[in-house]
């Protein structure tokens, strides 16, 4: 069975990656296959990134207050690409009502401070387990 691969990105101006550091590093303790794009991404750059290495994950960490337009840009670019089955996920500062609004725009789950790596593994294990059941079309 292949391996479920995440991509992760901090895209605009946030110089801030601790965070996403120990978030790779944890999926990969889990056995995952993690790809992280470094700092300072373009939603342009995070999209052909995820293409290119086939991932089924991208997770974005933001802490620029840009999400609202990050996070709907790359989910477009998805979308222009014909990628919609790579499953958009992220973290960062984001207000509880903005992150609502992202998800019902259909970008999945939004990890605030305070998550556990543990629950950022069991979140893409369920949906990687509710994808594989799925019927391909």
Same mark, same amino acid.
């Given at each position: 069975?292949?391996?479920? %691969?995440?991509?992760? &990105? ?13 978030? &790779?590093? &944890?999926? %990969? ?22 293409? =290119? ?21 790359? =989910? ?27 998800? =019902? =725009? ?23 387990? %509710? ?7």
């Amino acid at each position: 069975m292949k391996k479920t %691969r995440i991509l992760l &990105a901090k895209p605009g101006l946030d110089g801030h990656d601790r965070g996403i550091k120990v978030i &790779a590093a &944890a999926l %990969r303790d889990a056995g995952f296959e993690v790809i992280y794009t470094g700092l300072r991404q373009t939603p342009e750059m995070i999209v052909e990134a995820a293409i =290119q290495e086939d991932v089924d994950f991208i997770g974005m960490s933001i802490l620029s207050g840009a999400h609202m337009t990050l996070f709907p840009d790359v =989910q477009r670019l998805l979308k222009e690409k014909g990628a919609t089955d790579i499953h958009l996920f992220g973290g960062g500062i984001i207000p509880d009502t903005e992150a609502a609004a992202l998800e =019902q =725009q259909g970008v999945g789950k939004l990890f605030g401070p305070g998550t556990t790596t543990q629950e950022i593994v069991e979140y893409i294990r369920s949906v990687a387990g %509710r994808r594989r059941e799925e019927p391909v079309m």
